[in-house]
């Protein structure tokens, strides 16, 4: 389990214990269905903040997956392939990073907590931006909060060397990201793709 889980693990876990143990002197129901209740909910924690191992994909100028989800955007501008990525609440919520390289840019910004299908969500919602340096150019992940996923969590840092599929943060309870690729990447993924985080190959840099 992803260490920021036990943040709502272990209450649920105690209270669980605690009338478990008030009914051993007060023998009423009421506290054994309180006592599952909380053990329920902890279980569900544990499998919404559960830490699978992934094979990464090895090789040079590799893109991955940088969450679990679908593929709910996939297009170019004059500048960029955007891919963005839909992270339900029972999908894994930890984030990966998509590219070998050097982070040069991390950046909070407050905002809204909209639907995270909304194209509009990926501008006006709380998010980090990260920018990653490689050798073949720039890559941006946005870790956007959504109406459910109201935390955003990154333990990047400026200068930091980093590898494709490291794990680096998570949303909560899931919400979505996009990425923001060079216009020259080979893209290996369609729209309405199902996707693991550093496990899925996104592209390659060119």
């Known amino acids: 389990m992803a260490r920021e889980g036990l943040l709502f693990f272990l209450p649920f876990m105690v209270l669980s214990i605690l009338f478990f143990y008030v009914f051993r002197s007060h023998p009423d129901m009421l506290y054994v269905y309180l006592g599952s209740g909380f053990f329920c909910f902890g279980c569900l ?40 990525i839909f992270m339900s609440i029972f999908n894994v919520h930890i984030n990966r990073v998509p590219v070998s390289g050097v982070v040069e840019r991390i950046e909070y910004k407050p905002g809204k907590f909209l639907t995270a299908f909304k194209d509009s969500a990926s501008r006006l919602n709380e998010r980090f931006e990260i920018e990653i340096r490689t050798n073949k150019g720039t890559v941006v992940l946005h870790q956007i909060a959504g109406v459910v996923a109201r935390r955003v969590v990154c333990r990047l840092k400026k200068g930091q060397e980093v590898r494709a599929g490291d794990r680096f943060g998570m949303v909560r309870f899931g919400s979505r990201v996009d ?19 550093g496990q899925t190959l996104i592209g390659r840099m060119v």
């Open 179 to 197: 990425l923001f690729l060079p216009l020259s990447v080979e893209i290996e993924v369609k729209k309405g793709q199902k996707v693991k985080g």
């Open 45 to 84: 924690i544990i499998l919404f903040f559960r830490d699978p191992k992934r094979r990464i994909p090895q090789g040079n100028d590799l893109i991955v997956s940088p969450a679990d989800g679908r593929v709910i955007q996939l297009r170019e501008d004059k500048r960029q392939v955007i891919i963005s």
